[in-house]
T-cell receptor
């Protein structure tokens, strides 16, 4: 069974701090990795995608991928109270179907 | 900005009844998906659909489930005989690519409550 694991949290950080969210996955052949943000009662919203080892930056967000360690992370700089949400790590399944396997999500609380 | 739209936003039904959830994917997308999320649990893949046929389905997607693209815009999920455990939020998603590098965009979801 292919798994994606995240610490459910909550992760609490003060406003302006860096929030670090982590995810591990079990399928070594996975090639695509995504971070989604989900507010309570809402749908997942795509924040970042990453396909190659290393860092990818987009505004206040940086995704990091290490395929050898089967590890992907998301850094949020200058965290804002509006960043408070559940962050879902998703990994592309094998094959050509676009299926995603989601982790259980990490709840982030940014305190003013 | 183009978006995936879903109807209804909330449906309450009696156990054993049939339910149809509807989705309008983003217009230039070719790959369509249904996911579900039981309250407090992970988002789970149900089915992917491309070129008018199912390309992959999960163990959850058993014979009581079916999908259809009845016209050029709608994509539907039918649950033939609902069970209590079908209560969940159902998300439709679409993407331009079915490869593992495709980015999925989700609709706002349809909350199904089975009594």
């Amino acid at each position: 069974q292919k798994e994606v694991e995240q610490n459910s949290g909550p992760l609490s950080v003060p406003e302006g701090a860096i929030a670090s969210l982590n995810c591990t996955y079990s399928d070594r052949v996975s090639q695509s990795f995504f971070w989604y943000r989900q507010y309570s009662g809402k749908s997942p919203e795509l924040i970042m995608s990453i396909y190659s080892n290393g860092d990818k930056e987009d505004g206040r967000f940086t995704a990091q991928l290490n395929k050898a360690s089967q590890y992907v992370s998301l850094l949020i700089r200058d965290s804002q109270p509006s960043d408070s949400a559940t962050y879902l790590c998703a990994v592309g399944g094998s094959g050509n179907t676009g299926k995603l396997i989601f982790g259980q999500g990490t709840t982030l609380q940014v305190k003013p | 900005e183009p978006e995936v739209t879903q109807t209804p936003s909330h449906q309450v039904t009696q156990m054993g009844q049939e339910v149809i959830l509807r989705c309008v994917p983003i217009s230039n997308h070719l790959y369509f998906y249904w996911y579900r999320q039981i309250l407090g649990q992970k988002v789970e893949f149900l089915v992917s659909f491309y070129n008018n046929e199912i390309s992959e389905k999960s163990e959850i997607f058993d014979d009581q489930f079916s999908v259809e693209r009845p016209d050029g815009s709608n994509f539907t999920l039918k649950i033939r005989s609902t069970k209590l455990e079908d209560s969940a939020m159902y998300f439709c998603a679409s993407s331009t690519s079915g490869t593992s590098t495709g980015e999925l965009f989700f609709g706002e979801g349809s909350r199904l409550t089975v009594l």
